[in-house]
């Protein structure tokens, strides 16, 4: 099994500032890497996909690089609705996702 | 648009099967573009994928679950269904369909989730 970790766990960050967020595959996943977001008491929602594109309504703020094992997604400007946890993803086998992280109001 | 509506008990007792079914709406669960997958989260923890389904009735099961779970799907009524037998407090979670590209693999659309926890 591909083995997914995010780092960091909580990452405070002010409104309007950036946040950059890193996920490390155990084995090569190409770039069959996904970036969610969910709030609380909702399913996630699908941010970023092929490791950097984003999917259909997400805004230009949300970013995402990498290829292999080292993967970010970077959020400018954060806005009220980024404060959430996020996770990857890898897709190349199987399906796994990584602990998440929380992005928090610091 | 499509959507994904999951249902089913809430309230599951420890050695019993769990059964939901997610309902498709805004699309046909035969397109051959999808599969149909079955994703859960316990309490304050990580996702887990469960397994996935083709219209066809392929089927492919994680591992460490394969033992239990049985994934069935209804064309006639758009639906796919699980079925995660002897259950413990373990199998406690949200439990989401999601519609998975048969071309890339991604978990595109997902439905809102439901939880079920087990508890006599």
């Known amino acids: 099994e591909i083995v997914m970790t995010q780092s960091p766990a909580t990452l405070a960050v002010s409104p309007g500032e950036r946040a950059t967020l890193s996920c490390r595959a155990s084995q090569s996943v190409s770039s069959n890497l996904a970036w969610y977001r969910q709030k609380p008491g909702q399913a996630p929602r699908l941010l970023i996909y092929?490791?950097?594109t984003r999917a259909t309504g997400i805004p230009a703020r949300f970013s995402g690089s990498g290829s292999g094992t080292e993967f970010t997604l970077t959020i400018n400007s954060l806005q009220s609705e980024d404060f959430a946890v996020y996770y990857c993803q890898q897709y190349n086998n199987w399906w796994t996702f990584g602990q998440g992280t929380k992005v928090e109001i610091k | 648009q499509l959507q994904l509506q999951e249902s089913g008990p809430g309230l599951v007792k420890p050695s019993e099967t769990l059964s939901l079914t997610c309902t498709v709406s805004g699309g046909s669960i035969s397109s051959s573009n999808y599969y149909w997958g079955w994703i859960r989260q316990p309490p304050g923890k990580g996702l887990e994928c469960i397994g996935n389904i083709y219209y066809s009735g392929t089927t492919y099961y994680n591992p460490s679950l394969k033992s239990r779970v049985t994934i069935s799907v209804d064309t006639s009524k758009n639906q796919f269904s699980l079925k995660l037998s002897s259950v413990t407090a373990a199998d406690t979670a949200v439990y989401y369909c999601?519609?998975?590209?048969?071309?890339?693999?991604?978990?595109?659309?997902w439905g809102q989730g439901t939880t079920v926890t087990v508890s006599s």
């Open positions: 999601a519609r998975v590209s048969s071309v890339s693999s991604l978990m595109d659309v």
């Open positions: 092929g490791a950097s």
